[in-house]
Each structure stands twice: as C-alpha cells, then as structure tokens.
C-alpha cells in the first residue's frame, strides 16, 4: 500500500495529482501479500529535496519516518550498543583500510553511521567526505558514512519528467557512478538492495556491507553488522579511528550533535575537528575519550551516558583523561585545560600510564 499525501506541483505535467488530507482514525490502507509472501503494509513519509520540482512521488523522496512522528527520544530505557570489532590496513603501505562495527540500538531515529580515521597526532587521515545534495546528479562515492536518508536519496534515483531513468544512466545528463548497474527498465532498487556474493540477506554498495540482524515481536533493538571499505595514502598511518552513531533533529532535519553511540579504536587524542564535522562535537568526542570501562573499542549509552575503555583502548582513554585534569567531570575548565597540553604530552602521560598497570 502506498499513500500519496503531497501538493501537486503543476510543473511536473506527468506526475500524479493529489492534494490528500488525512484525519485521526480514517481508513488509508489495507494489510496486503506480495512477492514478500507474508502480510505487510508500506507506510512512508516523502520530502522531496529543494532542487526537485516534482511531487514526492518516487522512493528516493523517503525519509525516516521516525524523525518526523511523535517519537520518545529521551526514554532513559533507550540503550545503545556500537563496537569496532576489527580493523585492518591502517598501516603504512595500505590504501585500503577497512573497519567493521557492530551496532545495537533501540533508537529507531538513527540515520547516520560516521566513521573517522586520525593520525597520532588527531589529523583527519584518508577518506573524509562532506555530504553533497545540491542536483539530481549530486553522489558521495565511497564516503566514510552511511547515511539512510541521503543515500536513499542519491541513490534510489527517480524516473521523473525532470529526471528520467535514463539520465542516471551512463553518458546521461545525471550519470551515476554505478550506472553500470542500472537494467533499462526503471528499478528503484538496484543499488540499495544489491545483495553481497556471499550472503542474499546482507547489502554491499559504495563501499559499505549492511547485515541486519532480525526484527520480529521477539527483539528488542535493531542490530547490524556494518564493514566500512575505506580508501587512504598509502604513506598514512591511522592510529585512531573514531565511530558514531548519529540522529537527524526532529525539529530542524540537521545534524545537530545528537550523537546516540560512539566508540574509538587505537589511540585517539583530543583535536580539533575538521570543517563540516558538525556530527562530531568537540564535548561528545570528550566524553567518548575520556570515560572509562565497558570493553575495548566499544561503548554503551544509557539515558545518555556513554562509556568507552577496557583492555589497552581503555586503559590508554582513562590515562589521557588523567594527563589532561580530569576531563571525565566535565567541566569548562577541565576543557580549556585539555586543550592546553599537547598532543605529544598527552600520548606520552598514556604510554606512561599503560607501563604501569604491566608492572607484577
């Protein structure tokens, strides 16, 4: 069942007129079987872009239906879960780090995983892309995020009098990167639902594999497998890579901070974030650093709270807390402080701290 509730844009002489309104309690649709071979009913909220002059008649204009419903975002039952589980070719002589990350949440609001490669002493290393949404043929190839609403955007394409299927094709006036993979016929789910050779339940496209875990009555989250295929110079070394898991604002649609997970692997210090990281504030990238327990590279919040550290990762978290006057009680001035003592010192009160909890 789809619903069409959107003001006809008269421009667009071939899209469908409808100017729908919708009362409490009144009928919209029925439970129904297809293909999928079990009862199910699409319900889905559109917001074409500002540069699409047609009616928010196409799947690309879907957007999380969570954002904009009355949703309990600050339930002190929400819980999250985000893991780096593995990391590989963030050495020197590599070009092609890849990160993978488990992710529970009961956030169903999420929209954004960012990753973020640094060096040693907190440079931006490798793959760092802003968000491009300017025009029909606006891609992110490869980005270090996977972002539901903007990819569904960029890549579901549309089939539309201002944007025909054809133009996504190669040599077309919106060619895609992956045109390769486009059928003549117009298919909204070429790319997203493009399954991995070794799995037909697990998504690989633009670098990124998605594994969801099942949801049914049972669960209590969404879980996800998630691997990052990453690109850097070769002559590069990561030694941090940071994780978040982020929410859109409900009132503004942006990125404004709501971060619902983060988790860190290596030795991450405290920097400056780069232009455009508005995801990753400088305090949420603070607590994340700075707390101590859990288990290495991973990190839980609770009503808010986040923890990071166990192992090594954690160890070496709580000493750069230490070394920088007890970042993990907040504090303005504790901040100033933090910012106050370099980097060199800060790794060097880590490795400092490490060699002591060796000691017999």
């Known amino acids: 069942m789809h619903l069409s509730a959107t003001v006809f844009n008269k421009s667009c002489d071939n899209e469908a007129a409808c100017n729908v309104t919708i009362v409490k309690g009144q009928k919209i649709g029925s439970v129904g079987v297809s293909v999928a071979e079990f009862p199910h009913v699409h319900f889905e909220i559109r917001d074409p872009p500002s540069y699409d002059n047609c009616s928010a008649n196409w799947q690309a204009d879907a957007v999380n239906p969570f954002r904009i419903l009355p949703y309990n975002r600050s339930d002190a039952a929400h819980a999250t879960r985000l893991n780096i ?3 590989a070719g ?32 907190g440079a931006v290393v490798g793959t760092y892309q802003t968000p491009n949404e300017t025009s029909y043929a ?21 089939d539309s009098s201002a944007a025909s299927w054809s133009s996504f094709g190669c040599g077309g006036g919106n060619a895609c990167p992956y045109c390769d993979q486009h059928g003549a016929a117009y298919d909204p789910n070429t790319h997203l639902d493009a399954q991995c050779p070794d799995s037909p339940s697990a998504c690989c496209f633009n670098g990124v594999r998605m594994e969801p875990y099942i949801f049914n009555n049972r669960t209590t989250g969404l879980s996800y497998n ?22 859109k604002s409900p009132l503004t649609g942006e990125y404004d901070g709501s971060i619902i997970g983060a988790a860190s692997w290596g030795l991450c210090v405290d920097t400056v974030t780069p232009d455009g990281e508005e995801e990753a504030k400088l305090a949420a990238r603070r607590r994340l650093l700075m707390a101590a327990g859990g288990s290495g590279g991973s990190s839980s919040v609770r009503g808010g709270a986040s923890t990071v550290g166990g ?17 993990a009680r907040g504090g303005r001035n504790q901040q100033r402080r933090l910012q106050a003592v370099g980097a ?17």
């Open 85 to 87: 589980t593995a990391v």
């Open 138 to 158: 606006s891609y992110n190839a490869k980005p270090n995020w996977y972002d539901i609403e903007l990819w569904n955007r960029q890549w579901t394409h549309r």
């Open 226 to 247: 998630v691997t990052f295929n990453l690109t850097k110079n070769s002559t590069d070394a990561a030694a941090c890579v940071e994780a978040y898991l982020l929410a």
């Open 344 to 360: 060199g010192e800060v790794l060097s009160r880590a490795r400092r701290a490490l060699r002591s909890t060796q000691q017999p």
């Open 90 to 121: 963030t050495g020197i002589g590599s070009d092609a780090p890849r990160v993978m990350l488990f992710i529970n949440t009961t956030r169903y609001d999420w929209n954004k995983v960012l990753l973020v490669m640094r060096d040693g002493a």
């Open 311 to 327: 192992g090594r990762q954690g160890v070496l978290a709580g000493a750069v807390a230490a070394g920088a006057g007890g970042m």
